[in-house]
Antibody
Framework: EVQLVESGGGLVQPGRSLRLSCAASGFTFDDYAMHWVRQAPGKGLQWVSGISWNSDSIAYADSVRGRFTISRDNAKNSLYLQMSNLRAEDTAFYYC???????????????WGQGTLVTVSS | QSVLTQPPSVSGAPGQRVTISCTGS?????????VQWYQQLPGTAPKLLIF???NRPSGVPDRFSGSKSGTSASLAITGLQAEDEADYYC?????????????FGTGTKVTVL
């Protein structure tokens, strides 16, 4: 069974940093691109970032580019999101999702992890 | 910043058929990029319902069907059941002058009367 488990969320002050992790199992991790998608409480879905199987291709949403860094460790079957200079508008559930291809572009997302809540507030 | 537009809500009685529209533009759906649909039950993570415009993953009932035409796509649910009450989102890929990115619909809440 494919499983994605996020961790690292919590309450953080504006301007601080936080690192999210996603542990993957049940599939050949380094065959697929991986993504982060977020959802503010009560709001819709917003794609945040994606990374190709070998980390050669990385993409970010305009709203996080320059503040967030996506990375992966294929040896550990893990995906990461380093978030810096956090803002109140970054408050959301952050989901890790498996891409449908090895490249990070034009994927669909399946499955999704259960999500981890990041709250940015003073 | 949703680029794909969906109706905020649709409703129907058990057994009825409901459809959800997803309207995009020439830089996403109209450019030939596939449309996916996700179902999000209350308090849970989204789940892939339709991929590649009309394909259902294993385990998804055939009551769910997808279609695409021009710059729009649709999700149809036939034989509506109480368990179908959820939020539904369409998703595609957008390639414009400002760059490439994934886009989601605004979301539609389906209520079973």
């Amino acid at each position: 069974e494919v499983q994605l488990v996020e961790s690292g969320g919590g309450l953080v002050q504006p301007g601080r940093s936080l690192r999210l992790s996603c542990a993957a199992s049940g599939f050949t991790f380094d065959d697929y691109a991986m993504h982060w998608v977020r959802q503010a409480p009560g709001k819709g879905l917003q794609w945040v970032s994606g990374i190709s199987w070998n980390s050669d291709s990385i993409a970010y949403a305009d709203s996080v580019r320059g503040r967030f860094t996506i990375s992966r460790d294929n040896a550990k079957n893990s995906l990461y999101l380093q978030m810096s200079n956090l803002r109140a508008e970054d408050t959301a559930f952050y989901y890790c999702a498996k891409g449908s291809a090895s490249v990070e572009s034009d994927n669909w997302f399946d499955p999704w992890g259960q999500g981890t809540l990041v709250t940015v507030s003073s | 910043q949703s680029v794909l537009t969906q109706p905020p809500s649709v409703s129907g009685a058990p057994g009825q058929r409901v459809t959800i529209s997803c309207t995009g533009s020439s830089s996403n759906i109209g450019a030939g990029y596939d449309v996916q649909w996700y179902q999000q039950l209350p308090g849970t993570a989204p789940k892939l319902l339709i991929f590649g415009n009309r394909n259902r993953p294993s385990g998804v009932p055939d009551r769910f069907s997808g279609s695409k035409s021009g710059t729009s796509a649709s999700l149809a649910i036939t034989g509506l059941q109480a368990e179908d009450e959820a939020d539904y989102y369409c998703q595609s890929y957008d390639n414009s002058l400002s760059g490439s990115r994934y886009v989601f619909g605004t979301g539609t809440k389906v209520t079973v009367l």
